[in-house]
């Protein structure tokens, strides 16, 4: 077939071919047991004589009003989409549409795998893990007919009061980088722009871009009023390495940076990812975000313009891109530019085999067990923080299970969640895994509260709390499971956006659900409270999205677990712990030790201000913590050096690092490798994370780990991508806050072999 170019095309089907402005549900209905297309979808054809893309055929959940009763069953989506596209080239322009799902984690469709979130994969750290997951999701999305997933992890979580923290894998842009891109392997199969997508991948559009997580207040889509360097240093690291893993588009972000809007910015979305950085791919606006132009634009023609000149392609369920021919009439954008738009649209059709091109055979790939590695990164999602020697749970022990998570699986999915199948089989939360585990009737049971306040009518809900008192006084231990949730009610309130608007009585995460407090609710303080005034020992679990100030919540107990929303069989992976007293998982991000103190990520600059007289110090449990007795990691090469020249060219340095393991148990965990830049003239950050390693250790045993650092670890990432400076960096992987006096010594050297700061 020859090549569809946007010149062969109408001016109408050009138009149509970078809006995306129906949603899918409403494009299509199921009924009577087979697909029906809906006069919707016939009026926005004959409009335009085709589509671009269309968003949300499969997806469900309360904001898109479908479910298991109304929805697509899982093993005919293929139908629905047949329908969908058998429409649309048979009384179109003849060119087939893109078909969008939402996968931040897992497809959000009816029977989709739900994997743990973002957060919870930081937890992890690990790679190899986080590739396989993507192309599990990958593989699982396209034999459904999923050409397009958008998918979550280019944010930088660097203010807990958001309330999509649980979307970024870090407060750590080389984390977050590092398994960005991984995902993108997974799902797309791909090492470039030019690679052809196969029918067991997908292409990802990668979202936010860019400095989502930097907005005023935690507050979602506020304004980023950052530096050039901190843009680059945090927020398009992530973007550089999907940029390199050839990741298909990206999804411009609702919020500014320094008052411009991400989807009117041409310096980022042309200028920066595409001139600078050789990307070629699409870029997508967020739901809505031109229309959110009209107050920086007189009017929706305008706001098109904007859009299209500073390089977003394709819109999402806007109105402004529906005036571009009035913005071309009235000379506000040229044609050429809406053609670029249209030729992006097409080359990725072209990418995934829809016009014409044979789609590539996939891979010979070894077949997958999706329960066992939902598990396993279920499993690493579970931090433990403290244990003053109460864990593992001694056989025979009765435990009592109390506090909001005890036993809600809602609980554990967090935001972007289908609704769960009738029988899954596979599911647990902390009580029914324990229950399971240590058989019923070891087990008491009492929720003590709501998550945002008393469970029953009783102001002070005493009631509730005196049924904690009894269940624990009845056991030898005590467990309590509080946290948030992400759950979304089908009566709730929503924006035009999906973002929840109310009335959520219970809902404390997730999009449009942004807090001024973080700090752990009264009511599930006086969960812990009762349990401790029972006079056994009390485990904490605290089940959350976001980082929360722990504070008050650390005398109350023997032993902390923190474990990010980690999916179903997240109750499974907390029992595993309890029972074992070994967790291979660290912080993510940094929790704060009080409300008033964030934000507070391990790598904020030093500072020469002693914190607050209230609070001296700021922060709580930081990035990388992980409470591991027994194990001690060091750096064993002491100084190293590499010429910048050499650095850019591809040249990395080699440090040894040594785990030893003097317990009774072999231990599987990340071994985080961190550092200090010092650079002439620059304010440092207190502790970057220059790479991380996965590694299993057997009892009484010592292994020895190289990190080969290049130049993403050692370069700097000022313009947001790296480049090989003259600069000297500490290494260590003690989790010290600050370089240690026998920290390993790095040097990136100029041509004399001496750095500045030397000199």
């Known amino acids: 077939m020859t090549a569809v170019v946007a010149g062969s095309l109408s001016l109408r089907s050009r138009i149509g071919q970078v809006n995306q402005r129906l949603k899918g549900w409403e494009a299509v209905r199921w009924v009577d047991g087979a697909p029906r297309v809906t006069d919707a979808l016939r009026a926005e054809v004959d409009r335009w004589g085709g589509l671009g893309a269309l968003y949300g055929v499969l997806r469900a959940d309360p904001w898109s009003a479908v479910h298991w009763g109304n929805g697509v069953p899982p093993e005919r989506s293929a139908e629905a989409y047949a329908a969908v596209q058998e429409h649309v080239t048979r009384h179109g322009d003849g060119l087939p549409v893109l078909f969008v799902e939402e996968a931040p984690h897992g497809l959000m469709a009816l029977g989709g795998t739900t994997l743990p979130v973002n957060l919870a994969l930081g937890a992890g750290m690990d790679v190899a893990l986080t590739e396989e997951l993507g192309a599990l999701v990958a593989a699982e999305a396209r034999a459904r007919g999923t050409h397009v997933a958008l998918v979550s992890g280019l944010d930088v979580l660097r203010d807990p009061r958001w309330g999509r923290a649980e979307e970024c894998f870090s407060e750590d842009p080389a984390l977050a980088a590092m398994l960005v891109r991984?995902?993108?392997?997974?799902?797309?199969?791909?090492?470039?722009?030019?690679?052809?997508?196969?029918?067991?991948?997908?292409?990802?559009?990668?979202?936010?871009?860019?400095?989502?997580?930097?907005?005023?207040?935690?507050?979602?889509?506020?304004?980023?009023?950052?530096?050039?360097?901190?843009?680059?240093?945090?927020?398009?690291?992530?973007?550089?390495?999907?940029?390199?893993?050839?990741?298909?588009?990206?999804?411009?972000?609702?919020?500014?940076?320094?008052?411009?809007?991400?989807?009117?910015?041409?310096?980022l979305l042309t200028g920066t990812i595409r001139e600078a950085w050789g990307w070629r791919g699409l870029v997508m606006a967020d739901g809505t975000a031109i229309d959110r132009l009209r107050d920086s634009s007189p009017d929706p023609a305008s706001a098109a313009a904007l859009a299209l000149e500073a390089g977003v392609d394709l819109s999402l369920w806007d109105e402004a891109y529906t005036h571009v021919e009035e913005a071309l009439d009235r000379g506000l954008v040229?044609?050429?530019?809406?053609?670029?738009?249209?030729?992006?649209?097409?080359?990725?059709?072209h990418r995934l085999g829809l016009l014409g091109d044979p789609v590539p055979a996939p891979l010979q790939t070894p077949a997958r067990d999706v329960v066992a590695l939902v598990e396993r990164a279920a499993r690493q999602s579970v931090a433990l923080v403290r244990d003053d020697g109460v864990l593992p749970l001694r056989a025979g022990t009765t435990v009592a299970v109390v506090g909001p998570n005890a036993d809600d699986l809602d609980a554990q999915?967090?935001?972007?969640?289908?609704?769960?199948?009738?029988?899954?089989?596979?599911?647990?939360?902390?009580?029914?895994?324990l229950a399971d585990r240590l058989g019923a009737d070891r087990v008491r049971h009492a929720p003590g509260s709501r998550l945002r306040g008393p469970l029953d009518e009783q102001p002070d809900g005493t009631g509730a709390l005196d049924a904690v008192r009894d269940a624990c006084s009845a056991a030898d231990v005590a467990v309590v499971v509080l946290g948030g949730t992400s759950r979304r009610s089908y009566d709730d309130e929503f924006a035009d956006n999906g973002a929840v608007e109310g009335p959520a009585p219970d809902t404390t995460n997730g999009e449009g659900v942004d807090l001024s407090s973080v700090a752990l609710p009264q009511a599930q303080l006086d969960v812990a409270r009762a349990a401790r005034e029972s006079g056994r020992p009390v485990v904490g679990v605290v089940v959350d999205g976001r980082p929360r100030v722990?504070?008050?919540?650390?005398?109350?107990?023997?032993?902390?677990?923190?474990?990010?929303?980690?999916?179903?069989?997240?109750?499974?992976a907390i029992a595993d712990v309890l029972l074992t007293g070994a967790?291979?998982?660290?912080?993510?991000?940094?929790?704060?030790?009080?409300?008033?103190?964030?934000?507070?990520?391990?790598?904020?600059?030093?500072?020469?201000?002693?914190?607050?007289?209230?609070?001296?110090?700021?922060?709580?449990?930081?990035?990388?913590?992980?409470?591991?007795?027994?194990?001690?990691?060091?750096?064993?090469?002491?100084?190293?050096?590499?010429?910048?020249?050499?650095?850019?060219?591809?040249?990395?340095?080699a440090l040894?690092?040594?785990?030893?393991?003097?317990?009774?148990?072999?231990?599987?965990?990340?071994?985080?490798?961190?550092?200090?830049r010092h650079e002439r003239g620059i304010r440092p950050r207190r502790r970057t994370l220059l790479g991380v390693r996965r590694a299993t250790v057997a009892a009484g045993a010592t292994t020895s780990l190289t990190f080969d650092l290049g130049l993403?670890?050692?370069?700097?990432?000022?313009?947001?991508?790296?480049?090989?400076?003259?600069?000297?960096?500490?290494?260590?992987?003690?989790?010290?806050?600050?370089?240690?006096?026998?920290?390993?010594?790095?040097?990136?050297?100029?041509?004399?072999?001496?750095?500045?700061?030397?000199?």
């Not at 040894?656 to 200090?676: F, H, I, K, M, Q």
Request: glycine residues 12%.
């Open 334 to 349: 040229e044609e050429s530019v809406l053609d670029r738009a249209v030729d992006r649209v097409l080359a990725l059709k």
């Open 413 to 433: 999915l967090g935001d972007y969640t289908p609704p769960r199948p009738p029988a899954d089989p596979a599911a647990s939360t902390v009580l029914s895994a």
């Open 182 to 267: 991984a995902t993108v392997r997974g799902m797309q199969g791909t090492t470039s722009c030019d690679d052809a997508i196969d029918g067991a991948h997908v292409a990802v559009v990668a979202k936010h871009l860019a400095g989502q997580g930097a907005g005023i207040g935690g507050r979602n889509g506020s304004g980023a009023p950052i530096g050039r360097r901190e843009l680059g240093e945090l927020h398009l690291r992530p973007a550089y390495a999907a940029a390199r893993a050839g990741v298909a588009g990206y999804m411009a972000a609702y919020n500014d940076v320094d008052g411009v809007p991400c989807s009117a910015n041409e310096e």
């Open 550 to 572: 722990l504070t008050a919540l650390l005398p109350l107990v023997d032993a902390l677990l923190v474990v990010p929303f980690p999916g179903p069989t997240g109750g499974a």
């Open 656 to 676: 040894s690092v040594e785990v030893t393991n003097s317990g009774p148990d072999a231990l599987e965990l990340s071994v985080p490798l961190y550092g200090r």
């Open 712 to 759: 993403d670890a050692l370069g700097s990432w000022a313009t947001g991508e790296p480049a090989a400076v003259p600069v000297t960096v500490g290494a260590w992987c003690t989790p010290d806050l600050d370089e240690p006096a026998d920290a390993a010594v790095v040097r990136v050297t100029d041509r004399e072999d001496t750095t500045p700061w030397d000199r």
């Open 583 to 653: 967790a291979s998982g660290r912080l993510p991000a940094t929790f704060p030790v009080a409300d008033g103190v964030v934000p507070v990520a391990h790598d904020e600059r030093l500072e020469t201000a002693r914190g607050y007289l209230d609070h001296p110090g700021v922060r709580g449990l930081p990035f990388g913590a992980a409470h591991a007795p027994g194990v001690t990691t060091t750096v064993r090469t002491r100084a190293a050096a590499v010429r910048a020249d050499d650095l850019a060219a591809g040249a990395t340095v």
